[in-house]
């Protein structure tokens, strides 16, 4: 019995260590942007090239800023949850955001908010190639990446630039 327990929590541990996902795979979203022409989709919260900005943020706080829109609500971005890491010239990018649903108060915040942790890379080649690696809700462990890239309508792409803005990379990523 302790061989079996032993060998299956060997095999559980191989599992974890090489579930991680390399900086090179991944879906490019490099220069996935919005389709007006289709009315579904999450989409970016940033307007068009000089369009005004209007802001908005989760309940007043602006450490949440609006950064995107889905079909059931607006998505926030804590802004205090933005890291990055650098190695062997690839960037990888992770922040939390929020996805709100079931409908809103009546200052328009969300009456719920279901946190996913979004990871991107990017590296350069002959140009900048940006990758969605994924998206993992860090209360059920859920991996909503395949989902997120399938309903996507330039708001990765996004996101992934507000987030190199807010930890100043944009300015070194061309």
């Known amino acids: 019995m302790k061989k079996l327990i032993l060998s299956l929590l060997t095999m559980f541990m191989f599992f974890v260590m090489t579930?991680?996902?390399?900086?090179?795979?991944?879906?490019?979203?490099?220069?996935?942007?919005?389709?007006?022409?289709?009315?579904?989709?999450?989409?970016?919260?940033?307007?068009?090239?000089?369009?005004?900005?209007?802001?908005?943020?989760?309940?007043?706080?602006?450490?949440?800023?609006l950064v995107g829109l889905t079909t059931y609500g607006p998505i926030f971005l804590d802004k205090t949850s933005c890291k990055y890491d650098l190695s062997d010239g690839v960037a990888i990018i992770s922040c939390l955001v929020y996805y709100g649903s079931g409908g809103a108060d009546g200052h328009g915040n969300a009456a719920k908010h279901s946190p996913m942790i979004i990871r991107f890379s990017t590296y350069k080649t002959d140009k900048r190639i940006i990758k969605f690696l994924s998206a993992v809700s860090p209360n059920t462990g859920k991996n909503g990446t395949e989902g997120t890239y399938q309903y996507d309508n330039g708001f990765l792409n996004g996101l992934f630039w507000y987030c190199a803005g807010v930890l100043d990379l944009s300015q070194y990523l061309d």
């Open 19 to 65: 579930a991680y996902a390399s900086p090179y795979d991944g879906y490019d979203i490099t220069n996935k942007q919005r389709i007006y022409k289709e009315a579904a989709g999450t989409i970016s919260a940033f307007p068009k090239q000089g369009d005004k900005i209007q802001d908005n943020y989760m309940y007043g706080d602006m450490n949440y800023p």
